[in-house]
């Protein structure tokens, strides 16, 4: 757990200097591209590594094994804000947030030759003289948007997936639907980075339809959402007590620099965590946006940003792993997605499956639980944009199954090689008996 000194003090210690004074070996914050002075695998909140060729190796232990089966969860890639500032567009460059170069396709068809339908996409409009204009950005982007440059990522994420799996191992030998499942969530970009991903994989299903599934928004166990008051009630208790609230107490110099700058003082919404400021602030300068900047010329200053990073990681950690609660927070909320998770792979086992590779496409919220129930080691950090789990399962010349878990490229340390029975073992012990009634009752 990251102690509230380190967190005040990290960025003098890592000495952030220069245009840009947010980058370190610690990690990347500008730019989807990790600069060449760092790791490849160096944290990069703007595009997380991920398993590509020049970099995957089979698993040490695995002479002759063979890849049999996989499961993916992903996390979406750059959108524009999914928070707005009281008096958002001040806080903006003129220009605002562009669009025009990403169409959102929109459109449904019926079954047969006589449901086709105009391929609608859809363009945000801001008129100039809208009377709330004042919230809202310049432009024609929404909030919580995939971008084009987001768009990008995720076809260069699929392109470097397929070079593994398909070029190099062997696994895939056709991107099609009766090998590969799709689940996202209700969310636009969720659908949009799929069908990114499976573009970058093969160019040619360019306009091709791709069944997608997705639960109803109310009980979706992805994102999640699914109501679970009792689950709610135990993070409020543990976001009550002085584990949390000390944080909040010693950066109060920094949250009233950031209310005076950006007009958010007594809003509870960026009173009780970061996560609003971390999300306006990594949008911003992921996508080569400053950092924001009143109509008095008072601006965000870089090792500003770089303390609310470092408590969004102190944050996101405490809440879905150090707290005392937290893991009994997260199998309440992921429960129902580890069950799923849990019962692919016994499918599997059983001889059960037809598909060879499931993916998820998710959110922050989804890759913190999942990294938390997992046990990925040292303190968690906030799951970066295009974060990425995989489960491979290998198997050797006995038939014995094996599983290797790969976390933003590399094997997660602890779960480089388990018995398939323990991996699956692992995964049921994040879902509790009789989930419904713990969360309503």
Same mark, same amino acid.
């Given at each position: 757990?990251?102690? !509230?000194?380190?967190?005040?003090?990290?960025?003098?210690?890592?000495?952030?200097?220069?245009?840009?004074?947010?980058?370190?070996?610690?990690?990347?914050?500008?730019?989807?591209?990790?600069?060449?002075?760092?790791?490849?695998?160096?944290?990069?909140?703007?595009?997380?590594?991920?398993?590509?060729?020049?970099?995957?190796? #089979?698993?040490?232990? *695995?002479?002759? %094994?063979?890849?049999?089966?996989?499961?993916?969860?992903?996390?979406?890639? &750059?959108?524009?804000?999914?928070?707005?500032?009281?008096?958002?567009?001040?806080?903006?460059?003129?220009?605002?947030?562009?669009?025009?170069?990403?169409?959102?396709?929109?459109?449904?068809?019926?079954?047969? &030759?006589?449901?086709?339908?105009?391929?609608?996409?859809?363009?945000?409009?801001?008129?100039?003289?809208?009377?709330?204009?004042?919230?809202?950005?310049?432009?024609?982007?929404?909030?919580?948007?995939?971008?084009?440059?987001?768009?990008?990522?995720?076809?260069?994420?699929?392109?470097?997936? #397929?070079?593994?799996?398909?070029?190099?191992?062997?696994?895939?030998?056709?991107?099609?639907?009766?090998?590969?499942?799709?689940?996202?969530?209700?969310?636009?970009?969720?659908?949009?980075?799929?069908?990114?991903? !499976?573009?970058?994989?093969?160019?040619?299903?360019?306009?091709?339809?791709?069944?997608?599934?997705?639960?109803?928004?109310?009980?979706?166990? !992805?994102?999640? *959402?699914? *109501?679970?008051?009792?689950?709610? *009630?135990?993070?409020?208790?543990?976001?009550?007590?002085?584990?949390?609230? $000390?944080?909040?107490?010693?950066?109060?110099?920094?949250?009233?620099?950031?209310?005076?700058?950006?007009?958010?003082?007594?809003?509870?919404?960026?009173?009780?965590?970061?996560?609003?400021?971390? $999300?306006?602030?990594?949008?911003?300068?992921?996508?080569?946006?400053?950092?924001?900047?009143?109509?008095?010329?008072?601006?965000?200053?870089?090792?500003? %940003?770089?303390?609310?990073?470092?408590?969004?990681?102190?944050?996101?950690?405490?809440?879905?792993?150090?707290?005392?609660?937290?893991?009994?927070?997260?199998?309440?909320?992921?429960?129902?997605?580890?069950?799923?998770?849990?019962?692919?792979?016994?499918?599997?086992? &059983?001889?059960?499956?037809?598909?060879?590779?499931?993916?998820?496409?998710?959110?922050?919220?989804?890759?913190?639980?999942?990294?938390?129930?997992?046990?990925?080691?040292?303190? !968690?950090?906030?799951? %970066?944009?295009?974060?990425?789990?995989?489960?491979?399962?290998?198997?050797?010349?006995?038939?014995?199954?094996?599983?290797?878990?790969?976390?933003?490229?590399?094997?997660?340390?602890?779960?480089?090689?388990?018995?398939?029975?323990?991996?699956?073992?692992?995964?049921?012990?994040?879902?509790?008996?009789?989930?419904?009634?713990?969360?309503?009752?």
């Amino acid at each position: 757990m990251y102690s !509230l000194l380190s967190l005040v003090s990290l960025a003098s210690v890592l000495g952030y200097t220069g245009a840009s004074d947010i980058d370190s070996a610690n990690g990347v914050y500008s730019g989807s591209q990790t600069p060449h002075q760092f790791p490849w695998n160096t944290y990069n909140y703007c595009n997380a590594p991920h398993v590509n060729a020049a970099h995957y190796t #089979v698993p040490s232990n *695995s002479s002759g %094994a063979e890849l049999v089966y996989m499961n993916v969860m992903i996390r979406h890639h &750059k959108r524009t804000p999914d928070n707005l500032y009281p008096s958002e567009n001040e806080l903006n460059p003129q220009p605002g947030w562009v669009c025009t170069d990403f169409l959102e396709s929109t459109y449904g068809s019926l079954q047969g &030759k006589n449901g086709r339908s105009a391929h609608i996409f859809h363009e945000t409009f801001i008129p100039d003289t809208h009377p709330f204009l004042s919230q809202f950005w310049n432009g024609s982007c929404d909030e919580g948007q995939l971008t084009a440059a987001g768009l990008q990522d995720v076809i260069a994420h699929g392109k470097d997936f #397929v070079a593994v799996y398909m070029d190099k191992v062997r696994f895939l030998k056709a991107v099609d639907q009766n090998d590969i499942w799709i689940r996202t969530s209700t969310e636009d970009r969720t659908y949009q980075v799929a069908g990114g991903w !499976l573009y970058g994989m093969n160019p040619s299903l360019d306009n091709v339809p791709f069944k997608v599934h997705n639960e109803p928004a109310s009980i979706d166990s !992805l994102v999640p *959402s699914y *109501s679970c008051p009792n689950a709610d *009630s135990l993070r409020n208790q543990y976001q009550s007590i002085p584990a949390w609230t $000390d944080h909040l107490n010693a950066n109060a110099d920094l949250k009233a620099r950031l209310d005076a700058t950006l007009g958010t003082a007594g809003l509870s919404a960026w009173s009780s965590w970061y996560d609003h400021f971390f $999300d306006t602030f990594t949008s911003r300068t992921c996508h080569g946006h400053p950092l924001p900047c009143n109509s008095t010329g008072a601006c965000v200053a870089p090792e500003d %940003a770089v303390k609310v990073f470092q408590i969004g990681d102190f944050e996101y950690n405490y809440i879905w792993k150090a707290a005392q609660g937290a893991s009994t927070y997260n199998s309440l909320t992921f429960g129902v997605m580890f069950q799923e998770l849990a019962q692919n792979f016994v499918a599997f086992q &059983k001889g059960q499956e037809t598909f060879k590779l499931r993916l998820y496409v998710g959110h922050d919220g989804s890759m913190i639980r999942l990294a938390s129930g997992l046990g990925i080691q040292g303190p !968690l950090r906030w799951p %970066a944009l295009g974060s990425e789990f995989v489960f491979e399962v290998w198997r050797m010349h006995d038939r014995s199954l094996f599983v290797r878990v790969m976390h933003e490229g590399t094997p997660a340390v602890g779960l480089e090689w388990l018995p398939l029975d323990n991996f699956i073992t692992l995964l049921e012990s994040n879902v509790p008996k009789n989930i419904f009634e713990q969360c309503l009752n």
